[in-house]
């Protein structure tokens, strides 16, 4: 298939982009490059040996969205686009509103003019608010986010399930995101963060690149065992192959469909900091500082849908998500900048 990639040359888009090339498919990048770079897109082409058309513009943009439709026969939509900085979206509701529903709806009804009728979609675990317990099955309610960045995910969840429920020739499959880390095993493409990270990934591997001092726990006295959160850190190859099981999926399917894309393991934020001084032998100095606003105790995934109904299951360990978020930081010390 063909298939749009909005957003392509961001952190989960450039890794999505190698695994659909790698599965067959033919790839299209539309990026403004507001939190991304034409370098990604460049390292792309170079692990996959092959040439991806690119556009540079905005996913907002109608008369740009209906260029890229116009001059490519897709068959089908990967949507990444999106601002996702929760503390930012706190801060600038109007913008996060504007952008991330914007963007959706405006390739959505490029689609419809054009007939192409498979819309998958980044969410993200977000959607459940603050779980009642874990883990997580698709079936639970959705609660809360607590933030607008996270209303926008589940603002589009209902907006694509609505979509979906009118139009019979399309099919929307809904992929809800733990925590995802790590980076191609061949270091050339990763996490790439605009400013100081907010996310613990890249956090650390900036403290171990020597670009921050010290790590800040955010945390140590939530009912857990070692008191600090636990998450569902995901491979982020191991999620961009999610995607290519997805495309697959919503090409036999209609209607809408939700999938969980984590592991079902949960580790501290202790568990993660001391994997990767023991898989990478490198220092990581932190200090426990206060609890961060929003945050809850423990999040990870049922992921037993996603097996069953599109037989995929991730495959890499705590190990392999260390080693490769370092591989890539300590290659790239800034980052595509570098
Ligand atoms: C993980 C754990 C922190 C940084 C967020 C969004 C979610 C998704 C991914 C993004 C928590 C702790 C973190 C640090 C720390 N969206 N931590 N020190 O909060 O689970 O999810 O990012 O696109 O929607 O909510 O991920 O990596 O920020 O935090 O101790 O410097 O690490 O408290 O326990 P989170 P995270």
Redesign the pocket.
């Known amino acids: 298939m063909k298939v749009l990639l909005p957003g392509g040359a961001g952190y989960i888009g450039s890794h999505t982009c190698v695994e659909l090339i790698n599965a067959g498919h033919e790839a299209v990048i539309l990026d403004n490059f507001s939190n991304s770079c034409a370098e990604a897109v460049a390292r792309i082409e170079e692990i996959t040996g092959k040439k991806i058309p690119l556009y540079n513009a905005d996913a907002c943009d109608p008369e740009a969205v209906e260029k890229v439709f116009s001059e490519n026969k897709i068959d089908a939509v990967i949507h990444f686009a999106g601002y996702?900085a929760?503390g930012e979206s706190c801060e600038k509701p109007l913008m996060y509103y504007r952008n991330n529903l914007d963007s959706a709806l405006t390739v959505l009804e490029a689609m419809k003019r054009h007939g192409v009728s498979n819309f998958i979609f980044s969410s993200?675990?977000?959607v459940y608010g603050t779980p009642e317990s874990v883990p997580l099955v698709e079936t639970m309610p959705t609660g809360s986010p607590t933030n607008p960045?996270?209303r926008t995910k589940l603002m589009l969840e209902q907006i694509l399930t609505d979509a979906a429920a009118a139009d019979n020739n399309l099919s929307v499959v809904l992929l809800r995101?733990f925590?995802p880390i790590g980076a191609h095993e061949s270091g050339r493409i990763g996490e790439d963060p605009n400013g100081i990270?907010?996310?613990?990934?890249p956090?650390i591997t900036q403290v171990a690149a020597g670009r921050l001092p010290r790590?800040?726990?955010?945390?140590n006295d939530y009912p857990t065992p070692d008191g600090?959160?636990?998450?569902d850190y995901i491979h982020v190859v191991d999620l961009a192959k999610g995607h290519v099981k997805a495309l697959d999926y919503a090409a036999e399917h209609k209607g809408s469909e939700i999938f969980n894309l984590g592991t079902g393991t949960g580790y501290s934020?202790l568990d993660i900091v001391n994997a990767f001084i023991k898989v990478n032998k490198v220092d990581i100095p932190y200090d426990i500082?206060p609890?961060?606003a929003g945050?809850i105790a423990e999040?990870f995934a049922d992921p037993a849908k996603a097996e069953k109904v599109l037989g995929w299951k991730a495959e890499k360990s705590l190990e392999d998500m260390c080693y490769d978020s370092w591989n890539w930081q300590s290659k790239n010390k800034n980052g595509y900048k570098s």
């Open positions: 996702k929760v993200s675990a977000t960045y996270g995101y925590n990270p907010n996310n613990l990934m956090y790590l800040g726990v955010f945390g600090t959160g636990i998450r934020v500082k609890r961060r945050d999040c």
